[in-house]
């Protein structure tokens, strides 16, 4: 296992859960430096919503990139439902894209979902609630399958 990060202060975190964790530091806008068809699963959870169309579909290329056939992308990606947490609020860059106070969210509806992975097979999807943070938090849970 591999954890990566934009933030050299969220993996500096993971040595509070583990010992000796595995870490990677890099942006993935500017590609994934693992090697084609090296992982079986990869994680993404809240971090697929930060950029640009065309940059979310370029990411989603290099994860399938990197996973095996019939590989794994197990994600939590924010919905438009998601008032809370900056939906519907800013300048609008892009469709469901917004600057706020200088920060970048996307958030999705399904229909985006579908054109994101329309060359995935989709194996769980749901919208749901988490109430993990200070106020509730409305998120897609996703389980979709590279097509061999």
Known sequence: MISCDFSKQALQRMHKFLENPVTKLFDMTEGLPFANESAAVI????????FSWQETQKI?????????KDGYLLARIN???DSN????????????FYCLDGRYKRFFNREQLNELFKEWTFYYCAEYEMN?????????????KTLG
């Open 43 to 50: 994680i993404a959870d809240l971090s697929l919503h930060y």
């Open 132 to 144: 993990r943070y200070k106020n509730s938090k409305i998120l897609w849970e996703i389980a979709v």
């Open 79 to 81: 919905s438009v439902r």
């Open 85 to 96: 947490h900056g939906a519907g609020q800013g300048a609008v860059i892009e469709d469901n």
């Open 60 to 68: 989603v290329a290099d994860i399938r990139r990197v996973l095996v």
